[in-house]
């Protein structure tokens, strides 16, 4: 059974710092890999989808890693701002007979402060 | 705009008594997903559905049930035999699975039961 874990689960930094959060799974035979972005109260937001054939993902100031035999996905976010504060999930997508399945970490929250 | 239409956002009920939630897309995506989401937890899969007129069970099915009668709905009926129904849920919707199935989600509903 799939089991994904984010470290860390909540971070603080001031402004203008570059990150990186983690996220490791236990079963790499995946597809794919999202990371969604959570407001407090909101739905997720996509930010990145990493096919399993690729490395790495970028977007604007995001980029995303997958290391699929390591069973491990970073995100990076370059130059954060105090509107990057939310809460950051990955979620990988594996296959079981047929049936295509996202699994969820609990996240890590951030906060960047101004 | 194409999305993902989630209502009620809020939702109260009293013990013993069904809800509905309802979801709408307009993004001609094929298959549409509901998730639970509590806090300190992962999203959990309830029901998802690949196609029109069929649906599965995901991991905490019991005490909800979901109808798939046209591609754009899927609504999720949280009946009086879900003992924890206090939760934020999400309804999501994929293209198409087997392709590059990139996730998408609506602004959640919070239901409260008093």
């Known amino acids: 059974k799939q089991e994904v874990t984010q470290i860390p689960a909540a971070l603080s930094v001031p402004e203008g710092e570059n990150l990186v959060l983690n996220c490791s799974f236990t079963?790499?035979?995946?597809?794919?890999l999202q990371w969604f972005r959570q407001d407090p109260g909101k739905g997720l937001t996509s930010l990145l989808l990493?096919?399993?054939?690729?490395r790495e993902q970028t977007s604007g100031r995001l980029n995303a890693s997958l290391d699929k035999s390591s069973g491990r996905s970073t995100l990076y976010i370059a130059a954060s701002q105090p509107g990057d504060s939310a809460t950051y999930l990955c979620?990988?997508?594996?296959?079981?007979?047929?049936?295509?399945?996202?699994?969820f970490g609990t996240g890590t929250r951030l906060k960047v402060l101004a | 705009d194409g999305g993902i239409t989630q209502s009620p956002k809020y939702l109260f009920r009293k013990e013993g008594q069904n809800v509905t939630l309802s979801c709408e897309q307009n993004?001609?995506?094929?298959?549409m997903y509901w998730y639970r989401q509590d806090p300190g937890q992962g999203l959990r899969l309830i029901y998802y559905?690949?196609?029109?007129?069929?649906?599965q069970k995901g991991d905490i099915a019991e005490g909800y049930s979901v109808s798939r009668e046209k591609k754009e709905s899927f609504p999720l009926t949280v009946t009086s035999a879900q003992k924890n129904p206090t939760a934020f849920y999400l309804c999501?919707?994929?293209?198409?699975?087997?392709?590059?199935?990139?996730?998408?989600f609506g602004e959640g509903s919070r239901l409260t039961v008093l």
């Open positions: 993004l001609n995506h094929d298959a």
């Open positions: 999501a919707s994929m293209f198409r699975p087997a392709n590059t199935g990139e996730l998408f």
């Open positions: 979620a990988p997508r594996g296959s079981t007979s047929g049936t295509y399945k996202y699994i």
């Open positions: 079963d790499s035979a995946i597809y794919n």
């Open positions: 559905s690949q196609i029109v007129n069929d649906f």
């Open positions: 990493i096919q399993s054939s690729q």
